[in-house]
T-cell receptor, first 110, second 118 residues
Framework: RKEVEQDPGPFNVPEGATVAFNCTYSNSASQSFFWYRQDCRKEPKLLMSVYSSGNEDGRFTAQLNRASQYISLLIRDSKLSDSATYLCVVKLQAGTALIFGKGTTLSVSS | GAVVSQHPSRVICKSGTSVKIECRSLDFQATTMFWYRQFPKQSLMLMATSNEGSKATYEQGVEKDKFLINHASLTLSTLTVTSAHPEDSSFYIC??????????????FGPGTRLTVT
């Protein structure tokens, strides 16, 4: 079983759509959770951290359910510039390496 | 500005040759750096943890004699792919652990090195 699993997509949506990505992780001892964004042939960039209480950053909302080991990302009012691969990432403890999911590809069209 | 640099950004080499990739921390001294590898349409996979002044810790399945890591200073770690083969063609990315970020232990990624072995 993979440590972090995501639906690879691709998700093809029109501009303005709302899209949701899901992710599950296998290690219940994981302490930190993130969503990263990776553009084609580039390094991943931190989109947002994910907290148990849920958190929002503009059009992006992240949720964490520790009991079911489930993480989600909601993107509202999709823009063309949101087209990218979204990586679900966990960290076991402070100072350790990040564990990446395979990523979910989003394509937003006009 | 960039926090982490990598050099080269792209390299093409012949099978059997060795390639050195540099990862530099530009903004702070880093005792810990990580090396990842990403094959097409795959996730980033941790190869090894590089610690300044000590031997690197390799993940299971990563050959330490093939992927030589040297963390010679607090701002530089190098990954040398020895006797490269076509199956080593991949995107190699380093990340640097920011010791000044407190309990969040933020990590910053380099721009990556795309290696193609012909």
């Amino acid at each position: 079983r993979k440590e972090v699993e995501q639906d690879p997509g691709p998700f093809n949506v029109p501009e303005g759509a709302t899209v949701a990505f899901n992710c599950t992780y296998s290690n219940s001892a994981s302490q930190s959770f993130f969503w990263y964004r990776q553009d084609c042939r580039k390094e991943p960039k931190l989109l947002m951290s994910v907290y148990s209480s849920g958190n929002e950053d503009g059009r992006f909302t992240a949720q964490l359910n520790r009991a079911s080991q489930y993480i989600s990302l909601l993107i509202r009012d999709s823009k063309l510039s949101d087209s990218a691969t979204y990586l679900c990432v966990v960290k076991l403890q402070a100072g350790t390496a990040l564990i990446f999911g395979k990523g979910t590809t989003l394509s937003v069209s006009s | 500005g960039a926090v982490v640099s990598q050099h080269p950004s792209r390299v093409i080499c012949k099978s059997g040759t060795s390639v050195k990739i540099e990862c530099r921390s530009l903004d702070f001294q880093a005792t810990t750096m990580f090396w990842y590898r990403q094959f097409p349409k795959q996730s980033l996979m941790l190869m090894a943890t590089s610690n300044e002044g000590s031997k690197a810790t390799y993940e299971q399945g990563v050959e330490k004699d093939k992927f030589l890591i040297n963390h010679a200073s607090l701002t530089l770690s190098t990954l040398t792919v020895t006797s490269a083969h076509p199956e080593d063609s991949s995107f190699y990315i380093c990340s640097v652990l920011d010791p000044t970020s407190g309990v969040t232990y933020e990590q910053y990624f380099g721009p990556g090195t795309r290696l193609t072995v012909t």
